[in-house]
């Protein structure tokens, strides 16, 4: 999979791509990601990308010119072109495997008070990662590109990929332990040293349940129960 990033801080990536699984799924040539810096694509001698908008206000808006020579520049056959906003949907676990089942993505961050209107000539889809503002798209562009790159393909490693099923199935994560087996008078939950496989599987499947209905109630109005999850409710 490709993954070309447009920005004009190409350096805030640097640590977030450059560390952990992200880093090795790069290394492993199972994803690249293109770092590209939209002042590369002006073509005046101050390279500037941004200017004041028409009809006055605050801030700086993105040049339409520069964002459309550089998207025709990077286009292949299978991209999507995605423009990181506030106005866009909101991202969650369904949008993440359908953006991941593409071979490319163009991920286009704004700044500042935004993009000039004519860059929608060139944009696919607009995504939020939520309801509120930040300075730009560049945290929500790693956002995407962390949810999406860790669905490719050998990207985790099997243990890791466990942790997919459990969102897969609109639950949250049930409790996890590790040693010691006491910390300051605290237990573990016996049946999680029990030795008893089929019983540590009910139990976490309780247990995400139960914190699904107390936490994130919303979630299960989404989807229905299964025998096993009735059963569970029910006890
Ligand atoms: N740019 C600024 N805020 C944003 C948000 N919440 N989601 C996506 N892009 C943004």
């Not at 390279?47 to 286009?75: E, F, H, S, T, W």
């Amino acid at each position: 999979m490709r993954i070309d990033i447009l920005t004009l801080f190409p350096e805030m990536f640097e640590s977030p791509f450059g560390s952990s699984i992200i880093k090795r799924a790069q290394e492993k040539k199972l994803v690249k990601i293109n770092l590209v810096n939209l002042r590369d694509f002006a073509l005046d001698r101050h390279r500037q990308a941004d200017d004041y908008p028409y009809g006055g206000g605050a801030g700086m808006v993105l040049k339409a010119d520069i964002v459309i020579r550089a998207v025709q520049a990077l286009r292949s056959p299978d991209c999507r072109v995605v423009y990181l906003t506030p106005q866009g949907e909101v991202l969650n676990q369904a949008l993440v495997k359908k953006m991941a089942a593409r071979a490319h993505l163009i991920l286009l961050c704004g700044h500042y008070e935004g993009i000039d209107e004519r860059c929608q000539a060139v944009i696919d889809e607009e995504i939020s990662i939520g309801d509120y503002v930040l300075t730009g798209g560049e945290i929500p562009a790693m956002v995407v590109t962390d949810a999406v790159v860790r669905l490719v393909p050998g990207v985790l490693g099997s243990d890791e990929a466990h942790t997919e099923e459990s969102f897969g199935s609109s639950l949250l994560e049930y409790p996890q332990y590790t040693r010691p087996r006491v910390v300051s008078g605290l237990e573990v939950p016996p049946v999680l040293v029990s030795g008893d496989h089929q019983a540590v599987r009910r139990w976490r499947k309780k247990m995400s349940l139960k914190r699904t209905l107390l936490k994130r109630p919303d979630l299960l109005l989404q989807r229905e129960f299964d025998p096993e999850e009735r059963e569970l409710l029910e006890e």
